[in-house]
């Protein structure tokens, strides 16, 4: 078993515990009924408990690729509800402030080019960042005072889609955004550019990386998989995770040398068309490796043992 499942969160979930339910559906399936013989599971990004969507479980050969996971975009859509700030920035949080000013579609309209581009933001306080060795969100829990750096990140896009001319009590959005975009602060300054306060209400990734909704799949539908022993059906193959990156032919002496951690001069020739950047070198269909070519030179990134 090396390659992805997919999971469609379930809200109330943790991460981890997506992990722990891939693992129970091996286990039920058979693939791993002794610990040593389990494949290695992990995650390609950290979901909240209160989000929903898309979480990548890698399984395998797979979790080589997790790291890439993290870096990649993700879109999300969310709501904000306007007139409460929480300390969670979500509604999970006890309030701590309050607004009676209600933001008409018009304002947000406004606003909303100051928040696309590259822009600066502050992580919450209840984030999985590090202070001093300390995870942000134990020492918020602890109550002591926690101030993190400002970031900059990268939103590609951003949108609503509430109409009308009224004051709006909440409104929903979609965004693509870069690595390490926290969206529970986008809502916060979101509201604070728009002379109120807000917090989180609805959260749910729709995309990660190259993984879409599309291909996610319920924890029913993995318990039922699981039972009847069809998960194989259910993973995606362990390029899903490349589909942004071109596929590079090797020739058996080539893939040879790939392996043994060795760099590969000439391939050239093998591929005229060889530019810069990463591939995903292949032997027939056998993934090899992820490799970075430079100069003509191909080194590997991941080798994965298949």
Do not use: C
């Amino acid at each position: 078993m090396h390659g992805w499942i997919i999971l469609d969160k379930p809200l109330g979930l943790g991460s981890t515990q997506g992990v722990s339910a891939v693992k129970r559906a091996l286990r039920e399936a058979g693939y791993g009924p002794k610990k040593k013989d389990m494949p290695k599971v992990g995650h390609g990004g950290t979901l909240d408990p209160l989000a929903t969507g898309v979480l990548p479980i890698a399984i395998g050969e797979a979790t080589k690729l997790a790291g890439r996971m993290l870096d990649s975009d993700k879109a999300y859509e969310f709501t904000i509800g306007f007139g409460v700030q929480t300390d969670t920035l979500d509604a999970e949080g006890v309030e701590i402030a309050r607004s009676d000013v209600r933001p008409t579609a018009r304002d947000i309209a406004a606003v909303l080019p100051h928040f696309t581009g590259p822009i600066a933001q502050i992580p919450p306080a209840y984030s999985a960042l590090k202070v001093d060795g300390e995870r942000a969100y134990d020492l918020a829990r602890a109550g002591e005072e926690v101030t993190l750096a400002s970031r900059n990140v990268v939103i590609q896009a951003l949108d609503f889609a509430e109409s009308g001319n009224g004051p709006l009590e909440a409104a929903t959005f979609t965004a693509h955004v870069s690595k390490g975009t926290y969206i529970r602060s986008l809502a916060r300054d979101i509201a604070l550019a728009l002379g109120t306060v807000g917090h989180v209400t609805m959260l749910r990734r729709t995309k990660a990386g190259p993984f879409t909704l599309d291909s996610a799949i319920s924890l029913d539908k993995l318990a039922d998989a699981a039972k009847a022993r069809t998960l194989e059906h259910l993973l995606l193959p362990l390029r899903a995770g490349l589909d942004d990156i071109p596929a590079l032919s090797l020739t058996p002496d080539q893939a040879g040398l790939l392996r043994q951690g060795q760099v590969l001069a000439g391939i050239a020739a093998d591929a005229p068309d060889l530019r810069d950047g990463q591939y995903f070198a292949l032997l027939e269909e056998t993934p090899v490796a992820l490799v970075e070519a430079q100069s003509g030179l191909v080194r590997v990134v991941r080798g994965f043992n298949l």
